[in-house]
């Protein structure tokens, strides 16, 4: 059975940082990502990673700011958020994909929380 848990979330004040973690199992994925909701809204992009780290994919909302990472021995992909902003405060789910350099993802995390205070 494949489940995607993710950790990491919390509230933290603007200017501060936040690293959320994934770890897939039940098989392994050629691409990983983030992504966020916020109540009212669409989920958003955020992040993606292909198997190895080699191409990696951003929302302009985040780069520079975030980045994406992963173990592929440990099946787990991170993200790594600093200089957070109100705007980012969002439900944060993983997600995860057969297609190395696609971003669509076919299976989904259960979200964490993350609240970023003025």
């Known amino acids: 059975q494949v489940q995607l848990v993710e950790s990491g979330g919390g509230s933290v004040q603007a200017g501060d940082s936040l690293r959320l973690s994934c770890a897939a199992s039940?098989?392994?994925?050629?691409?990983m990502g983030w992504f966020r909701q916020v109540p009212g809204k669409d989920r958003e992009f955020v992040a993606a990673?292909?198997?190895?780290?080699?191409?990696?994919n951003y929302a302009d909302s985040v780069k520079g700011r975030f980045t994406i990472s992963r173990e592929d021995a440990k099946n787990t992909v991170y993200l790594q958020m600093n200089s957070l902003k109100p705007e980012d405060t969002a439900v944060y789910f993983c997600?995860?994909?057969?297609?190395?350099?696609?971003?669509?993802?076919?299976?989904w995390g259960q979200g964490t929380q993350v609240t970023v205070l003025i």
């Open positions: 990673i292909s198997w190895g780290g080699v191409n990696r």
């Open positions: 039940g098989r392994t994925f050629s691409r």
């Open positions: 997600a995860a994909g057969t297609q190395p350099l696609v971003d669509l993802f076919g299976y």
